[in-house]
């Protein structure tokens, strides 16, 4: 259930696919909220199935901005919205896989969410800045990509650490 129909290499889920799970959690609850915390719970909760199910929850690269962990499809759709509201779900392309079948990605994003949901952007934003932060890593380098290794490296000891 987590190969993309249009390309069997590609394991995982869009970004947009991760990120309307997040906005409906928030949506659920009466919550809306900012493209900073999605792009953070987002890029947590691939932390976290990339250490605790041992694949990428999405396929998109994450890079090192100084703002922290963006996946740049997503800040395609949202660019400088900084602290508004996002209002509705992202579009998702014809044929990407959706996350209703996944019980175990399903389960490590509603993890993720009560672990961090109530955080706001700048709350976020500190814990993926943190020293020794797969952010805190690749930031700066010429390519500002932050290998999937580094980050299921890194959340594997935040997991084991709880």
Do not use: C
Request: hydrophobic content about 40%; aromatic content about 8%.
């Amino acid at each position: 259930m987590t190969i993309a129909i249009d390309d069997p290499t590609r394991t995982g889920y869009a970004a947009e696919v991760v990120a309307n799970a997040f906005l409906e959690l928030a949506r659920t609850e009466g919550r809306k909220l900012t493209q900073m915390q999605v792009h953070k719970l987002v890029y947590i909760a691939h932390g976290y199935t990339l250490a605790l199910l041992g694949r990428p929850l999405m396929y998109n690269a994450v890079h090192a901005w100084q703002r922290g962990p963006v996946v740049r499809q997503l800040w395609q759709h949202w660019g400088e919205r900084g602290r508004v509201p996002i209002a509705a779900p992202l579009p998702v392309a014809p044929g990407e896989p959706e996350l209703n079948g996944d019980q175990e990605a399903m389960d490590v994003i509603r993890s993720v969410w009560n672990g961090y949901g109530g955080m706001d952007g700048g709350a976020l934003s500190g814990l993926t800045h943190r020293a020794g932060s797969p952010w805190s890593q690749t930031y700066g380098l010429q390519d500002n990509l932050i290998p999937d290794e580094i980050t299921r490296e890194y959340y594997t000891r935040l997991a084991r650490s709880a």
